[in-house]
């Protein structure tokens, strides 16, 4: 049995969650996914606020739920500290009472002693300890939900959209309290986001969700880089998605293989790319492929042509603050769409008509089982 | 003359059925503001059935059910509690005659609270009596006030089932609505006119006073 977290769930109804969430003690680990995705789902069955048609749920070497073995354990004996996506603040109580309510086995004097402890902790001022949530902003009621969850003593932290209600401003106070959280507490800590950024900014490892189901869980480098499938990619928002045929490996070199960038008939406009042959891929097929932003840059004009340049025209230019974004066409396979987030030097005097080439690092290229357009 | 008897029989008979009534309309109430259960239209159109029935029609059936001739009554009338043309029979009617003015807004109450400070409290270890008493009866408190000056004052006023179900003894089940009846009955309209008063300055009173002291609470809650 594992000292950290894990999840597991099959089920078909209410609606259908599948999959299985594993994090060790002190990890931090993304919920990503549009919508629906059955992000908040996974929560509740990790909380006790739902109970799955079938799974296991384990935290720190207790079993919590095991639906097979017929054990079920109600949130009041889990403690799982969870922050709601609406922070679910009692209106009536002031700050102070928020955070006591979590403390109810303890004299009532300690109580709130306890509970001002954890309220400072999560820096909340003495003047705003004793408000009710009404009088508090939406980054102040935050940390009192943080404060409550804490305060429980938690095996397992749960942190649904923590940020969705809090204006940009009040974020970055709010991610260095949950890396600061994620220092101090050895418990694993899941976070529901749909915001990639935050994602990539606050989690070890991310898990993608997508209608019910867990697709893909790794680091945010490796999903971002090897996405297992063309709906990962989707979903991690990795821009440049391309369609290929998968010749294989030719035997010269082992762990290499050719890409062809074209239709599959092999057409004069067809590009043949030597790229990682991950070993994962049957020959002879028709794939998706993905390259990070990363691994592509700008290249002088006259390298086009060039093993892994490739000739294009900018179509157009938006500078958004310290970034460009650009979108252009490559001179490949008939003309390929290829969009570029810029934000050294080299975005400077870019503009809409232009020539250039890019390069890609063509061993950051990635195959996937082609998805039927759509 | 203001007959006083009747009215502090009417007075009784108001805090007699809001004893009974408060826990039965909280349990009830609640209840039907979570369950999911789909039968619960059910149920609730027969909460609603005493608002819409003529009380004479309602008064009809109390009386059929719980009268002599039928076993319940008997039963009762054999403990010496008969149920008919008694206190005891006035109180039980006054009970069922007011559900609708408790179960609702009640209902309303526990509907208004959001479902998550619920699981909150679970998650913060609360049993279920515990978020009842911490959480939600706090916060549902406005409506169940609002709830029991209705089912009071309504309890006041109640004419039809009361004479159906207990007539006009003096003392026993004679209320002030009645008394007014017997005024009008038997032209003394000074008489009538002045317990008239005292029953609709009574009524104002309570109405005005908890709606004040909702929106009080109301606005206490959210600042």
């Known amino acids: 049995m594992s000292a950290g977290l894990l999840i597991e769930v099959e089920q078909q109804r209410p609606m259908p969650l599948h999959g299985r969430i594993e994090a060790a003690p002190g990890e931090l680990l993304a919920l990503v996914g549009p919508s629906g995705a059955g992000k ?48 679910a603040l009692m209106p009536h109580l002031s700050a102070l009472g928020n955070v006591a309510l979590s403390l109810l086995q303890r004299p009532r004097a300690e109580r709130e002693r306890e509970a001002a402890r954890w309220l400072a902790h999560v820096g909340l001022t003495d003047e705003l300890m004793h408000r009710r949530p009404a009088q508090l902003s939406g980054g102040q009621q935050q940390r009192v939900a943080v404060a409550r969850a804490l305060a429980r003593a938690p095996r397992l932290l749960l942190l649904d959209e923590p940020f969705s209600a809090v204006d940009m401003m009040n974020r ?104 990682r042959d991950k070993g994962r891929m049957s020959p002879n097929r028709a794939v998706t492929f993905v390259i990070p932003g990363d691994a592509i840059t700008l290249a002088d004009t006259h390298m086009a042509g060039q093993d892994g340049h490739f000739a294009a025209q900018v179509d157009a230019v938006r500078h958004q603050g310290e970034i460009t974004m650009a979108s252009l066409t490559l001179a490949v396979a008939g003309g390929q769409p290829l969009v570029l987030t810029l934000s050294g030097r080299e975005r400077r005097g870019l503009q809409a008509g232009q020539a250039l080439a890019v390069a890609f690092d063509l061993a950051q290229v990635h195959l996937m089982p082609l998805r039927p357009a759509g | 003359m203001v007959d006083w008897q009747a009215l502090i029989l009417s007075l009784e008979l108001a805090a007699v059925t809001l004893l009974v009534l408060l826990p039965l309309g909280l349990a009830l109430g609640r ?50 509690l008969p149920l008919t043309f008694s206190f005891g029979g006035l109180v039980l009617a006054s009970v069922i005659f007011n559900i609708p003015f408790m179960v609702q807004p009640v209902q309303r109450a526990f509907e208004a609270i959001p479902r998550d400070l619920a699981e909150a409290a679970a998650c913060s270890g609360l049993g279920a009596w515990q978020t009842l008493v911490r959480v939600e009866l706090p916060l549902a408190w406005p409506g169940i006030l609002s709830a029991l000056v209705l089912t009071f004052v309504h309890t006041l006023g ?35 006119d002045r317990m008239a008063l005292v029953l609709l300055l009574l009524s104002l009173l309570a109405v005005a006073a908890s709606f004040f002291a909702t929106t009080r609470l109301t606005a206490a809650a959210r600042r």
């Not at chain 1, 739902?50 to 109600?74: F, Y």
């Not at chain 2, 109390?62 to 001739?69: C, R, S, W």
């Open chain 1, 40 to 87: 908040t789902s996974m929560l509740r069955v990790a909380a006790g606020l739902m109970k799955p048609q079938q799974g296991r749920v384990q935290v720190g070497g207790e079993t919590w739920c095991d639906v097979a073995q017929g054990l079920w354990r109600p949130p009041q004996q889990r403690h799982v500290g969870l922050v709601f996506q609406h922070y």
């Open chain 1, 172 to 275: 970055q106070g709010l991610y260095r309290l949950i890396a600061d959280l994620r220092r101090e507490l050895s418990v694993p800590i899941v976070l529901v986001t749909h915001d990639l950024h935050e994602a990539r900014l606050l989690a070890d490892r991310l898990v993608v969700m997508d209608a019910g189901q867990v697709l893909q869980a790794g680091t945010p480098e490796f999903v971002h880089r090897a996405p297992r499938t063309a709906r990962v990619a989707d979903l991690v928002g990795i821009a440049n998605r391309w369609t290929g045929w998968w010749e294989g490996g030719d035997g010269t070199e082992p762990g290499w293989g050719w890409l062809r960038w074209g239709d599959a008939a092999g057409g004069d406009a067809a590009v043949r790319l030597r790229v």
């Open chain 2, 31 to 80: 209840w039907l503001a979570r369950t999911p259960w789909r039968g619960k239209a059910w149920i609730e159109a027969l909460v609603v059935l005493p608002l819409v029935l003529p009380p004479t029609v309602l008064g009809y059936y109390l009386l059929v059910a719980f009268g002599g001739a039928s076993p319940l009554g008997k039963l009762f009338a054999d403990l010496g």
């Open chain 2, 158 to 192: 109640e004419f039809g089932v009361v004479l159906m179900m207990g007539g006009s003894i003096p003392g026993e089940t004679k209320t002030i609505a009645i008394a007014i009846y017997d005024r009008v009955q038997a032209f003394d309209l000074a008489g009538a």
